[in-house]
């Protein structure tokens, strides 16, 4: 079966560079989300999309931003990066159902490393 | 007070035995609860799921949600070395938001 896909699985950057990570959700998918994961810690939410449309917001720095596009891919860009800004990202993508429940599952996440 | 609460362990638990895990939400009108596993370095993998109150079996696992005490439990049987990992609990619908609010793990040891 498809997974999430995300691209790419590591990057290295400088501090004040700019990254751009993207996320390919499972087919027919119609929601995304964008965690990041510290050493030793839980995923903390950023951001997430429905139908294309941002739909809620969670600790994201004003120096990211995302959006997801017209074939559902999604990108998560970073400027101005920052040595605590190295973490895992991952993607998620679930199928909001009637009632709401959406099982969400994770891509294999990107590295970054900024040094 | 965390929006979603674990003991993070570590919880050791010898082969063959039954692994309980635990967790804790803050908003009662939370609607859909997950646990995933995830290894260390790897993505979290979705391994149950449960939206009404009850016990839900899957396998070796078996979920169990009770709302009115806002508590969700994983319950792993017949333990195998494979199973140590991080167990996250998580909760979708705090707040009316559609994001996946994790606690912060639970670390388990299956020890052969």
């Known amino acids: 079966a498809a997974g999430v896909i995300q691209s790419p699985r590591h990057l290295i950057k400088e501090k004040r560079e700019t990254a751009t990570l993207k996320c390919y959700p499972i087919?027919?998918?119609?929601?995304v989300y964008w965690y990041q994961q510290g050493p030793g810690q839980d995923p903390q939410f950023l951001i997430s999309?429905?139908?294309?449309?941002?739909?809620d917001k969670g600790s994201i720095p004003d120096r990211f931003s995302a959006q997801q596009f017209s074939d559902y891919h999604s990108e998560l860009n970073m400027s101005s990066l920052e040595l605590g800004d190295s973490a895992l990202y991952f993607c998620?993508?679930?199928?909001?159902?009637?009632?709401?429940?959406?099982?969400?599952?994770f891509g294999q996440g990107t590295r970054l490393t900024v040094v | 007070q965390k929006e979603v609460e674990q003991n993070s362990g570590p919880l050791s638990v010898p082969e063959g035995a039954i692994a309980s895990l635990n967790c804790t939400y803050s908003d009662r009108v939370s609607q859909s609860f997950f646990w995933y596993r995830q290894y260390s370095g790897k993505s979290p993998e979705l391994i149950m799921s449960?939206?009404?109150?009850g016990d839900k079996e899957d396998g070796r696992f078996t979920a169990q949600l009770n709302k009115a005490s806002q508590y969700v439990s994983l319950l792993i049987r017949d333990s195998q070395p494979s199973d140590s990992a991080t167990y996250l609990c998580a909760v979708n619908g705090i707040q009316g938001a559609q994001k996946l609010v994790f606690g912060q793990g639970t670390r388990l040891t299956i020890n052969p």
């Open positions: 449960i939206y009404s109150n």
């Open positions: 087919p027919r998918h119609d929601t």
């Open positions: 999309f429905y139908e294309k449309m941002q739909s």
């Open positions: 998620a993508s679930g199928l909001l159902g009637v009632a709401g429940n959406t099982e969400a599952f």
